[in-house]
C-alpha cells in the first residue's frame, strides 16, 4: 500500500520520563496520532526493568492505526529512542499525518542527533491474478 514510512533513531534525548516511563509514552504517542486526525485502534506499551539495577529501564510500545502504525522503543541508559510511523495513503494523503506525528515525538523527546530516512512504500507494480 503507497504510503510514507519514517524511520529514526533519535540520540542524544533529553533525559526525562518519557524514557522511563511506558504510561508517559503511551499517553504521548495516542495524542500525537489522534491530534492529527488518524484512526487510533489500539495500543501496547511495556515498562522494562533498568538493566543492573541501578537505574530506570526503558519502555516499548505500538500504536497501531487504521493507517497503519507507530513504534517506539527507548533507551535511557543511551538517552536514546528509535522511531518508526507508517502511514498509508489508501483513501487520503496521510503524509503530512505521518510528518505531523513524528515531529510532535521529536519535540516531546528532544534529541541532540536524529538519523532519519523517509520511505515511499508501495510501487506501482502490475496486478497479477493468481490462478
Known amino acids: 500500500m503507497k504510503g510514507l514510512h519514517i524511520i529514526a533513531d533519535l540520540y542524544n534525548c533529553q533525559k526525562g520520563e518519557l524514557l522511563v516511563s511506558s504510561n508517559k509514552l503511551r499517553k504521548l504517542c495516542v495524542k ?3 491530534d492529527v486526525g488518524l484512526t487510533v485502534l489500539g495500543d501496547h506499551f511495556y515498562q522494562f526493568d533498568g538493566a543492573d539495577g541501578t537505574q530506570l529501564g526503558g519502555a516499548t510500545g505500538a500504536v497501531v492505526l487504521a493507517e497503519s502504525h507507530l513504534a517506539i522503543h527507548t533507551w535511557p541508559e543511551r538517552a536514546g529512542a528509535t522511531l518508526d510511523v507508517y ?7 496521510n503524509t503530512e499525518k505521518a510528518e505531523s ?5 521529536i519535540k516531546a523527546l528532544k534529541p541532540g542527533d536524529v538519523i532519519v530516512e523517509r520511505i515511499q512504500r508501495g510501487r506501482d507494480l502490475p496486478v497479477k491474478r493468481v490462478a
Open 101 to 105: 506525528v513524528y515531529n510532535a515525538l
Open 32 to 34: 500525537a496520532c489522534q
Open 87 to 93: 502511514v498509508c495513503n489508501y483513501t487520503a494523503d
